[in-house]
Every structure is written in C-alpha cells, then in structure tokens.
T-cell receptor, first 108, second 114 residues
C-alpha cells in the first residue's frame, strides 16, 4: 500500500463546474496535509493546507479532512481552464510524503 | 522577495559521470529540502537541512548521492557516479521557521542520464 494514494486521472470537468480531487493516506498519525498545484514542466506551488478535521475554504478552493477515514480532498469551484494542472497531495506523518498527483483538465 | 534559485536548469550526462546541482533558498529560510521527482511521480524527499545540519536523509542513496549546506545558506547536491535511473527533476525547496510546513520550490534541474 502506498503511503499517499491519488487517482492519477485525468479528471476532466467542464468550465464552471466543481472539480473534486481525492487523496488517502496510510499513516494514522499524520498531522498536516497539503495540496500543491504543478503545471506541466513547472515546480509545485502550495495552494492549500489543513491540519484539523473539517473544511477549510480559500477563495474557490476548499480542503476537506477526515482523519478517521484517512481521507483528504480538494474542491475547486467554478473551475477555469487555467486550473488545468497536476494536483499533488502531501502528508506529514513522521516525514513528508507526496502522492503521485491527479491530472485535472478543465474544458472550455 | 526573490524565490528559490537553482542551477543549472538542465543537464545531460552519460552514466557513471558525476554531476552537481546548486540551490540558494529564500533569504532567511532556515530549512532547505532536496527532492527527486521522476516523471509521473510525486516529489520524493532526499534530504532536509535545518541551517547547516541534516534533519532527515533517510531516503538519500548515500552510496552515490551527497549533499552539503556548509554555511547554512546555499546547498549543493552531488551524484557520483550517475545511473540511468537517476534521470529526474531535482527540486530544491525552503521554508521559514515561522511557517515551517509551507515549502516554496525552486524551478528545478532536469537531469538526463544517457
């Protein structure tokens, strides 16, 4: 079992729709959770972090954390073509581990 | 505020050759990270420095990889000798003491080993 698992995608959504990206992790002691966006050929960019169970909203982005289910998600509302990228989930337990990422394609 | 600087941006070498990458973190950031990102995978932490001390190098292949951060500012990652499977993007990131979990990444060095 991988430490951080993501569906590789691609996830295709129409412009203006909600994109839902999911991530599960294996280390039950994990405390910090991050979402990074990575455009093709570029380096990762931090877009959200969450430490507590529940939802955290920042503009069009909402991170959701459920520690009991070992599940973290990212919702992108009003998706734009510029949101097309790979979204990496990262988890800190005893070390920082990244998932392989989900490719998101927003079609105009 | 200047971002994380890395050089070179691209490097092509033959297997068994040596290569070195350089990173200058954001000014004032005490923590520096080196990651390896193979195509289609997420970044894998190779080594983490806190000032000039090593915090975590558990995933660094120490038989061929070495890294140093002598003055607690910039850092060098070396591979000697390189193997075909070392072809990847090498990313450097840094974070501050105030927000240690928020890492800022440099543009990366794309290494191709032939």
């Amino acid at each position: 079992q991988k430490e951080v698992e993501q569906n590789s995608g691609p996830l295709s959504v129409p412009e203006g729709a909600i994109a839902s990206l999911n991530c599960t992790y294996s280390d039950r002691g994990s405390q910090s959770f991050f979402w990074y966006r990575q455009y093709s050929g570029k380096s990762p960019e931090l877009i959200m972090f969450i430490y507590s169970n529940g939802d955290k909203e920042d503009g069009r982005f909402t991170a959701q954390l459920n520690k009991a289910s070992q599940y973290v998600s990212l919702l992108i509302r009003d998706s734009q073509p510029s949101d097309s990228a790979t979204y990496l989930c990262a988890v800190i337990g005893n070390k920082l581990v990244f998932g392989a990422g989900t490719i998101l394609r927003v079609k105009s | 505020e200047a971002g994380v600087a890395q050089s070179p941006r691209y490097k092509i070498i033959e297997k068994r050759q040596s290569v070195a990458f350089w990173c200058n973190p954001i000014s004032g950031h005490a923590t520096l990270y080196w990651y390896q990102q193979i195509l289609g995978q997420g970044p894998k932490l190779l080594i983490q420095f806190q000032n000039n001390g090593v915090v975590d190098d558990s995933q660094l292949p120490k038989d061929r990889f070495s890294a140093e951060r002598l003055k607690g500012v910039d850092s060098t990652l070396k591979i000697q000798p390189a193997k075909l499977e070392d072809s990847a993007v090498y990313l450097c990131a840094s974070s501050s003491a105030r927000t240690p979990n928020e890492q800022f990444f440099g543009p990366g060095t794309r290494l191709t080993v032939l």
